[in-house]
């Protein structure tokens, strides 16, 4: 049998009986993955089948020629339909002559075997063989279609200024020419001249309808991978369609939506003008001369206000194929001199850091204070601690991270006193103060208006916080300018530096942005209870875990992806993305990844898309995994609950974690290595898990929903929604990280608010009293989440306290409850009179309490409504069936 296999395998220079790859890629996986019995996964060589095929896509190159298309869009088909595929084609050939045969193991998992009487006659050096032999197959196959399928950009150019107009006129959907754009093009530009590992690449023709302008653009991720903002090689073609421009250009919509398209186009034209002058254009124009065409929309005109240089392709004069790629490496090396600028040491002409620094009344006395102003130095001692978010110490940031060109203002306590800058970075010792005091040297900006005592809200750069060196983040420079900047010395950032700051939480409240998500997600068609898009919000802002639970077809999936879309995370720009989990999941590498037999890495379900969130950090990225209880979430997702619990601050007011996934999880594959690296749990990062709980599912541990917020899906109103124009109308928004970062990680960072979160714990507490009598209470995680989740209510003003409190008893306290014993019950009962009030005197022995409690329900005025009516629920269910829990 070992020598009618090889004969049908044929000989390396023979490609006789292989009109396809399929039958080699599954040699060629099969081989790689089969046991030393002869078996191999039917999951797992299809997933390497499909990777196989996305690897030469990801590297320019065509899957095949004439495919399937699940095949040829390989990318949009599911590991399932790449099963489907060998089924029929190579399998069923295959196992007809009965080398390969399937079975189910026993877990009734689909497996693909070696005939036994190959097993027995194919060493290990024939295996080693066959491997050698398929890849010598696949190289000499493949070299024939690489060879023909190299792409013209002279062509497909020609193509689009000759035929875009024309399309116009023709169906959007599913139209050649949006492909071409999308993909053609895209493909082209990979395989000719664009590094994939360096650049992002997209194309668009509209979204719905044709474009006035359509463009292909070319990212540096350092610096943008969107085309709303960021400077970026794009190319545009002119709305009559008879000119293609090669440009670097600029983002706009995020800065029109920020001040206004006037404001912006003088902006860009500065920016535009300031890395004329900085990089050598050489042969490209940068007269600002682009001309896209007359009466054009908004967008389109400031295409050509954004324009830094160009160079342009006229129709019937499309120059030749050499030109066209030595015109587009040119420009990538003027945009390489942009991104080096950007990474250079700062400048006068660079946004500089922000401080604060105090000589607090209890350390520096009157003739001190007036000794150092006069000297113009501002002085911490040398032993200065650590504050608040920071790992690095206050005296550390004075001494070493404070540059000059950096401002800060200078506060005697409570009273500020001066604007001032830093002139120098020498350090000056002050023996007078102390042998282990250092001033640092500085120019006064200006003096208070007036030295009021600050009044404003809390932040660890305020006035009112006893601290003593402190940067201001980059997200609080709105909120600082318009609490220490303009009122006490009528500056502004902008003035300071010729840079404006936009954003914050002042320009619109946290309320009214939640007010327009709500809108845009109502005029999908969706409607949710009163309070659960806020509550929604919140969760994700006070832990990025959210389980959405309840029966199927609640809307659980689409709120997720409504919300993305609604702040502008779609999967169009790689910022929404969809998982269904597998039940056959079983460790973190079904999500991130594993090494196969080879040694080679095969990337897994999520690792792209977390590691595209960690170079992209100013946006949202939101992970959606669908129906995640199909497999134990212990298993899968253990790593991803560990890594969330490292979270912390560094200096500059980032979210850092430890890694998600080592440097060493790549082995030997330096490709891989090169690729993703190291990769921590990005801070703009959010997972959502939708959960059915019936029998086909998994329940949950409590490390899990200690470490999540559950939110329960329950109501549905079928009703459609009658909505207003203003929601009709709305918009999605595209919206910074900084709308859901946290400000608390720690007890510890909750300083400010002492006096409410000591209530709160004390609500807790009686809580938790009340949970230790069938030991159901709560730990220290728990409370403090808790606590997050009240303070960020608190802070954006969204809900009252008791209907916050109410949701995180529902969603962090009640899913942990579940059992058949007495104490159950009697606890259950104790915790509605704590929710809802001690009605009709009942007693815990007494049968049909859950009614009772219902009717309590409707009829009282009840502290935690939810949470009441959930017990009712639960206590009901105890006496129906004897045991109770949480979920439907």
């Not at 002139?423 to 208006?449: D, H, Q």
């Not at 790549?666 to 703009?684: Q, V």
């Not at 899990?704 to 999605?732: C, H, K, M, W």
Request: hydrophobic share 35%; glycine share 6%.
């Amino acid at each position: 049998m070992k020598e009618e296999f090889l004969s049908y395998i044929g000989k390396p220079d023979s490609l006789n009986s292989y009109s396809r790859s399929y039958k080699l890629v599954f040699y060629k996986c099969f081989f790689e993955l089969m046991d030393a019995s002869g078996y191999a996964s039917a999951h797992k060589v299809s997933n390497q089948f499909r990777e196989y095929y996305l690897k030469r896509k990801h590297d320019g190159k065509i899957p095949d020629k004439d495919v399937d298309a699940r095949i040829a869009n390989i990318e949009t088909s599911s590991v399932e339909d790449v099963y489907t595929i060998i089924l029929n084609n190579p399998f069923k050939y295959i196992s007809e002559r009965k080398y390969i045969l399937q079975r189910k193991d026993a877990n009734g998992k689909d497996q693909f075997y070696l005939a036994p009487q190959l097993v027995q006659e194919l060493s290990q050096e024939d295996l080693q063989d066959i491997r050698a032999l398929v890849d010598t197959k696949l190289e000499l196959y493949f070299s024939g279609i690489d060879e023909k399928s190299t792409i013209s950009l002279h062509d497909l150019f020609d193509r689009i200024l000759n035929e875009y107009i024309h399309s116009k006129s023709e169906t959007f959907a599913n139209h050649a020419m949006g492909r071409l754009f999308r993909q053609d093009v895209v493909e082209a530009l990979y395989k000719t001249i664009i590094d994939r590992d360096k650049y992002l690449v997209k194309g668009s023709v509209g979204q719905g309808t044709w474009a006035t302008v359509p463009w292909v653009s070319i990212f540096d991720p350092r610096v943008t991978t969107s085309a709303t903002h960021g400077v970026y090689i794009v190319y545009l073609l002119s709305a009559d369609g008879k000119t293609l421009y090669l440009t670097l250009n600029q983002g706009c919509t995020d800065l029109s939506n920020s001040v206004g398209k006037v404001e912006a186009i003088r902006q860009m034209r500065q920016v535009a003008q300031k890395v004329i002058s900085s990089v050598d254009c050489g042969n490209f124009e940068t007269s600002n001369s682009i001309s896209l065409g007359n009466d054009l929309p908004s967008l389109a005109q400031m295409y050509e206000a954004g324009c830094i240089c160009f160079k342009k392709y006229e129709q019937r004069k499309v120059p030749s194929e050499e030109v066209l790629r030595r015109d587009l490496t040119d420009l990538l090396n003027i945009y390489q001199q942009y991104v080096a600028l950007q990474n250079e040491e700062p400048t006068p002409s660079i946004m500089p850091s922000f401080w604060k620094i105090s000589h607090g009344n209890a350390v520096f006395t009157s003739e001190e204070k007036a000794f150092y102003e006069q000297k113009r130095l501002a002085v911490v001692a040398a032993d200065t601690k650590k504050k608040g978010r920071s790992k690095v110490s206050q005296s550390d940031d004075f001494m070493e991270t404070m540059k000059a060109g950096d401002v800060f203002y200078l506060c005697y306590g409570n009273s500020v006193q001066y604007l001032c800058r830093l002139t120098s970075n020498e350090l000056v010792p002050c023996p007078e103060k102390g042998e282990n005091w250092f001033g640092r040297p500085y120019e006064m900006i200006a003096k208070a208006i007036e030295q009021i005592p600050y009044s404003g809200k809390s932040y660890w750069w305020a006035p009112n916080n006893n601290s003593t060196c402190i940067r201001v983040p980059e997200n609080d420079l709105f909120p600082f300018e318009q609490n220490i900047l303009k009122p006490y010395f009528d500056i502004s950032i902008e003035e300071l530096t010729g840079q404006m700051v936009v954003g914050g939480e002042e320009e619109m409240s946290v309320k009214d942005t939640i007010g327009r998500i709500k809108n845009y997600i109502t005029a999908k068609g969706f409607s949710y209870n009163d309070g659960l898009i806020e509550n929604f919000y919140l969760s994700l802002k006070s832990k990025p875990f959210v389980i959405l639970a309840g029966t199927s077809g609640t809307g659980k999936t689409r709120l997720v992806k409504l919300f993305a879309e609604a702040v502008g995370s779609t999967s169009a720009n790689g910022r929404y993305k969809l998982v269904p989990v597998r039940p056959d999941w079983s460790d973190s590498s079904d999500l991130f990844g594993h090494l196969d037999l080879n040694g080679k890495f095969v990337p897994g379900a999520i690792i792209d898309f977390v590691k595209k969130a960690e170079i992209d950090s100013v946006h949202p990225y939101f992970l959606c995994l669908d129906e995640m209880n199909l497999a134990r979430v212990e298993y899968y997702f253990s790593d991803v609950l560990s890594i969330i619990e490292t979270r912390d601050f560094d200096s500059s007011g980032k979210i850092v974690s430890d890694p998600l996934v080592p440097d060493t999880y790549f082995g030997t594959d330096a490709d891989s290595m090169g690729r993703y690296g190291k990769i921590s749990l990005p801070e703009n990062l959010y997972i959502i898990g939708t959960v059915n709980m019936d029998e086909t599912t998994f329940p949950f541990s409590r490390k899990v929903l200690d470490r999540a917020n559950t939110i329960e899906f329950s109501y549905v109103d079928l009703l459609p929604q009658l909505i207003g124009e203003e929601a009709e109308n709305e918009r999605a928004q595209d919206l910074p990280n900084t709308f859901w970062k946290t400000k608390y990680l720690l007890l510890s960072q909750c300083a400010t608010e002492t006096e409410f979160v000591n209530e709160l714990c004390t609500e807790l507490q009686k809580i938790n009293r009340i949970l230790q009598y069938s030991n159901t209470h709560v730990g220290y995680r728990v409370r403090d989440e808790i606590i997050f989740y009240m303070l960020n209510n608190k802070n954006d003003e969204l809900l009252n306290r008791d209907d916050a409190l109410d949701n995180e008893i529902m969603q962090k306290i009640l899913p942990r409850i579940q059992g058949s014993s007495a104490s159950i019950k009697n606890m259950l009962c104790e915790l509605f009179k704590h929710c809802a009030g001690d009605y009709e005197g009942y007693q815990t022995e007494d049968h049909n309490i859950g009614s009772k409690m219902y009717k309590a329900v409707q009829g009282g005025d009840c502290k935690y409504k939810q949470s009441a009516q959930k017990i009712a629920f639960m206590v009901r269910r105890y006496e129906e069936d004897g045991f109770t829990s949480y979920w439907l």
